[in-house]
């Protein structure tokens, strides 16, 4: 969800609630994660499921889960049902309720779109996409066994599967970890390991902070990129820019 959602939200009644549409790829925010950013409900319906519903069969899917519907709020170029055919004009001419369209959303004088931030993220725009998003980019993972080099060669890092979310392009950043509840400083390496197996992995290290074993899920919050992905000569030069990343995120963001 992004600041132009929000400007959707602004026209939703006190019983108003949001329906998405759900893709199914790599999101800026799957599924029920969404629910931090809303005090709107929720309601998904898999892309997969809907798509075959001509723009008439779609109105008339809504009417009938949504039988007190009186009122949809849509942004300037929505388009709805199989190949996209359906219209503003078509759910104004069939829906007898009220359809407020939205005009396009601007933030320094660029449409606010969720292409836009993903494209942002590919790049490793990290301020620009946060922006957009009007909340600092954030995905969640689980913990699972790295390497093993962190620790005895370098610095203790945790290592991620990350499922559903849009990731970043490689390289390093610096961010925030969130541990049940509770914030790290940390630098976060996004990529494939150059210089060690050429694996590629998700791995943050905690800045001045020593957490043996996490058992939950672990949420990145994204600050800024530090730099790209690279390849070094060896194990020692690796390990001088590794502190060399720490100590400029520590310098920048402590």
Not at 147 to 172: H, Y
Not at 195 to 207: F, R, S
Request: hydrophobic share 35%; net charge neutral.
């Amino acid at each position: 969800m992004h600041i132009a959602h929000q400007e959707l939200f602004k026209h939703l009644d006190t019983n108003g609630a949001i329906v998405v549409i759900d893709t199914g790829y790599a999101n800026l925010t799957p599924k029920t994660y969404r629910a931090k950013y809303t005090k709107y409900p929720l309601f998904f319906y898999p892309l997969n499921e809907i798509k075959h519903l001509e723009p008439l069969e779609f109105i008339s899917l809504l009417k009938e889960e949504y039988p007190s519907l009186k009122k949809i709020v849509v942004g300037f170029d929505f388009k709805f049902g199989a190949r996209a055919s359906g219209s503003i004009e078509t759910l104004k001419e069939n829906f007898s309720g009220d359809v407020i369209v939205v005009n396009e959303f601007k933030y320094e004088n660029e449409g606010v779109h969720s292409r836009v931030i993903r494209d942002y993220l590919s790049k490793g725009e990290i301020k620009k996409a946060n922006n957009f998003l009007g909340k600092s980019y954030t995905f969640c993972g689980l913990v699972i066994k790295g390497q093993g080099l962190g620790k005895k060669q370098f610095v203790a890092t945790l290592n991620l599967e990350i499922e559903d979310f849009l990731i970043p392009s490689e390289g390093v950043y610096a961010t925030y970890t969130i541990i049940d509840g509770r914030k790290y400083l940390s630098a976060t390496f996004i990529g494939h390991r150059k210089t060690t197996d050429n694996k590629y992995a998700v791995e943050t290290h905690l800045i001045d902070k020593n957490i043996n074993e996490v058992d939950s899920k672990v949420e990145i919050e994204f600050i800024d990129k530090v730099r790209d992905n690279k390849k070094f000569d060896d194990y020692k030069e690796l390990q001088n820019q590794i502190i060399d990343d720490i100590n400029q995120i520590k310098s920048n963001f402590s």
